[in-house]
């Protein structure tokens, strides 16, 4: 039982250069959630998914997209990644409006 | 805006002694906190949660006190212990939300 894992863990990309953060988790969980962590900010939410087959945006979704490719998995897709997404990346899973069990994070720097 | 605030970013103890972590909040509309501990290049981990027909739980060493009417919660570890030292963030959410909103986290140092 592996709970949620998240790849990469590390990711270096250039200015305008697109890439796919996967997660997935295996505690049958009904929803899934991306965070990114910025020092001083907290845990802020991009999007999530509360079932399969749905994705709403959170409070930070600009320049993200998403995809719950089946009930274990939810992508996140940054298109033409900015300076301003370097951060720490959290992928978390909830069976229901409880608390949430999260991955170890990606960290990914955009230069 | 921030919904969930810790004012403090960090706080310092002597193990064996209380640590008492704060939050505020300026929803009106939450009715579920939560306490989350990460350790460095760690996601968090859920560590104890609180509905607002509560003022009080407690879970082993960690409580969680809710004072509505100030919008105020606090969480007590009592004795502190050397790996209590994480950066702890408060989390809140309205009735049947999916969404929770974190505070900035305080960072615990428990010294031997």
């Known amino acids: 039982n592996a709970g949620v894992t998240q790849t990469p863990k590390f990711q270096v990309l250039k200015t305008g250069q697109s890439m796919t953060l996967q997660c997935a988790q295996d505690m049958n969980h009904n929803s899934m959630y991306w965070y990114r962590q910025d020092p001083g900010m907290g845990l802020r939410l991009i999007y999530y998914?509360?079932?399969?087959?749905?994705?709403d945006k959170g409070e930070v979704p600009n320049g993200y997209n998403v995809s719950r490719l089946n009930k274990r998995e939810f992508s996140l897709r940054l298109e033409s990644a900015a300076p301003s997404q370097t951060s720490v990346y959290f992928c978390?899973?909830?069976?229901?409006?409880?608390?949430?069990?999260f991955g170890p994070g990606t960290r990914l720097t955009v230069l | 805006d921030q919904q969930v605030k810790q004012n403090s970013p960090s706080l310092s103890v002597q193990e064996g002694r209380i640590s008492i972590l704060n939050c505020d909040y300026t929803?009106?509309?939450?009715?579920?906190f939560l306490w989350y501990k990460k350790y460095p290049a760690e996601g968090p981990t859920f560590l104890i949660s609180i509905s607002s027909i509560k003022d009080k739980n407690e879970d082993g060493r960690f409580t969680v006190f809710l004072n509505k009417s100030a919008k105020h919660l606090s969480l007590h570890i009592v004795p502190s212990q050397p790996g209590d030292s994480a950066v702890y963030f408060c989390a809140a959410s309205p009735p049947d939300d999916y969404k929770l909103s974190f505070g900035a986290g305080t960072t615990v140092t428990v010294r031997a």
């Open positions: 978390a899973s909830s069976p229901t409006v409880s608390e949430q069990f």
């Open positions: 998914s509360a079932s399969e087959g749905t994705t």
């Open positions: 929803n009106s509309m939450f009715d579920y």
